[in-house]
């Protein structure tokens, strides 16, 4: 077994704090890279907290996972010792299924391995995350990353990133499309990248004046204020596609009244409680709403290929993981341009 230094939470009402524990050897198909950088998404503050049940502790968050090839198996044949390489949400699934075959894994018919707080796919051994020095994990769900991007900067897309490029591809936005992006934060602002990037129009919608600065620097061509009844008014049934990002409760038939006929709302952000829709407001116009989550491994590939092509990073701020705790304070309170990086080197 390989000693692996990590921070975890030993229940639903710690914090964060160091803990040591072991992860497998490497085997044959197995690569191991040491962390460089983790990301921190708003989903490892819900996981540690228990907030959608389930919770498998002690529990080493983190999914947007970046650094250096240090081992590989003997029979592995896409990496080398030296690489650059990450990890999202997924470190393996049946790979059989119908959806596997498909390169759709996020959509595993016989469950998918989270990168943590899951089992591997033997049902009993528990996945530990990024927040952690060393990670192993099976070829077929390790990524390339470019030496051309800065590589804190990487480890966002391998969340925020592929969660707004998937849903943006699959409805094939382009060039005449209207897109709005409802919510500004850390997957706000990569759907507003991707989308100026594939030349739609877009919209950032948002509860917040403040960001219409930072709207703008991202390249977004309008921005709406949603608290402003008039400023409403004026993209009524204007959009082909929004792209909502709010993990808030929020009255998804007051942004469903903004799409054009046969407009998509999709969702990708999860709020705690369920939606309250009124099919008036579906079916007078063929709108339709839709969800996505995160993207297959090809996918995710083919997101990072196009950012290194394109310059495309996430923006961050960089952490030291003594202040993961504070970090999250932060984010609860929207106070962070857009993704909190932990500085690995730091633990």
């Known amino acids: 077994m390989i000693a692996t230094k990590g921070f975890a939470v030993q229940d639903a009402k710690s914090d964060l704090a160091p803990w040591n524990f072991e992860r497998r050897e490497v ?3 197995d690569v191991q890279f040491d962390i460089q950088f983790c990301g921190v998404c708003h989903s490892d503050l819900h996981q540690i907290k228990d907030d959608w ?9 983190g999914h947007e996972i970046v650094g250096k090839v240090v081992k590989v198996g003997s029979h592995v044949k896409k990496f080398k ?5 990450g990890t999202g949400c997924l470190v393996d699934s049946c790979r059989t299924c119908e959806n596997c075959e498909e390169g759709l894994e996020q959509f595993c018919l016989n469950g998918f391995s989270a990168t943590y707080n899951s089992m591997e796919q033997d049902k009993k051994t528990p996945t530990y995350g990024g927040y952690s020095n060393t990670i192993v994990v099976h070829e077929d769900f390790v990524l390339h990353i470019s030496d051309k991007l800065n590589l804190a900067a990487v480890a966002p897309l391998l969340c925020a990133g592929i969660t707004t490029y998937s849903p943006l591809k699959f409805l094939g936005v382009g060039k005449g499309h209207k897109v709005a992006v409802l919510g500004l934060g850390g997957l706000g602002h990569m ?3 991707f989308g100026v990037a594939f030349g739609a129009e877009v919209t950032v919608l948002s509860t917040s004046p403040s960001k219409e600065a930072d709207a703008e620097k991202l390249g977004a061509h309008k921005f709406v204020v949603t608290k402003d009844e008039k400023q409403l008014e004026s993209v009524t049934g204007y959009f082909d596609f ?4 709010v993990s808030a409760p929020h009255d998804l038939n ?5 799409l054009k006929t046969k407009g998509v709302h999709v969702c990708i952000g999860v709020p705690p409680k369920p939606y309250e829709i009124h099919a008036f407001g579906l079916i007078g116009g063929r709108k339709s709403i839709v969800g996505s989550l995160i993207g297959g491994l090809p996918e995710t590939q083919e997101m990072l290929d196009y950012c290194a092509e394109h310059g495309i ?4 701020e960089m952490i030291d993981i003594k202040n993961i705790n504070e970090a999250y304070d932060r984010m609860v309170k929207g106070d962070v341009r857009y993704r909190f990086v932990i500085d690995m080197a730091t633990l």
């Open 27 to 29: 085997g044959p198909h």
């Open 53 to 61: 049940g389930g919770g498998i502790f002690p529990m080493v968050p």
């Open 81 to 85: 010792v030296g690489d650059l390489a």
């Open 191 to 193: 759907a507003v990248k």
């Open 242 to 245: 929004i792209l909502d990002t």
């Open 254 to 258: 007051l942004y469903i009244s903004l």
């Open 313 to 316: 990073v996430s923006d961050i």
